[in-house]
């Protein structure tokens, strides 16, 4: 097995899992290919049927036969809480961050970088095998207006705006004028929402 195939079929897996219902009766197969294929995973019933019969080998998961069709889930008061993305999940984010990285001050930028550096290693380590991957290159915003390019700015000086901001803190600038050769110093009141 190739490190692409097996790659894929972790990922997969992985997605199979979180689908669980964490109690009966559970889903059937063909529901987990139905939402396996929404997520990019192109493949056929009997091969969802087969990882699940391997995962209930690992996992505490379990079929319920007492009616047909037999559904899947999570034994009672098993299930797992993964902290992985979903590919449509992973797929949201990528989507989203192209839109607020320039919006969101670096405090809050910077917690959530982390989610958005697993979405794109997610959809990178993906995107040869799986379709839906390549999704965020097919998507653009358009502003209705001619774009404003944000200025150049010295990021510790922008992170302490930021930070006076979050604080809600006066902020002192100086203001030079771009039509006349002085210097303004003004007090600043960041903006309240509420």
Not at 42 to 51: F, G, H, L, P, Y
Request: glycine share 4%; charged share 20%.
């Amino acid at each position: 097995m190739s490190a692409s195939s097996s790659q894929t079929t972790i990922a997969r897996h992985w997605e199979l899992l979180k689908l669980l219902p964490s109690h009966g009766p559970g889903l059937e197969s063909k529901v987990f290919t139905q939402k396996l294929a929404d997520s990019g995973f192109q493949i056929s019933k009997r091969t969802v049927e087969r990882d699940l019969q391997e995962l209930s080998a690992i996992f505490p998961i379990q079929c319920n036969d007492k009616s047909i069709p037999y559904g899947w889930h999570w034994l009672a008061g098993a299930g797992l809480h993964f902290s992985a993305l979903t590919v449509t999940e992973a797929l949201s984010l990528a989507l989203v961050e192209s839109q607020v990285r320039q919006l969101l001050p670096a405090p809050l930028l910077s917690s959530i970088a982390p989610l958005f550096a697993q979405a794109n290693q997610k959809l990178n380590a993906l995107k040869q095998s799986v379709a839906n991957t390549k999704s965020p290159d097919k998507f653009v915003s358009v502003t209705p207006t001619m774009p404003l390019q944000p200025p150049a700015l010295d990021e510790q000086i922008l992170r302490q705006l930021q930070q006076a901001l979050l604080d809600e803190k006066q902020l002192d600038v100086r203001y030079h004028s771009l039509h006349k050769n002085s210097i303004k110093c003004y007090r600043l009141n960041p903006a309240c929402f509420g």
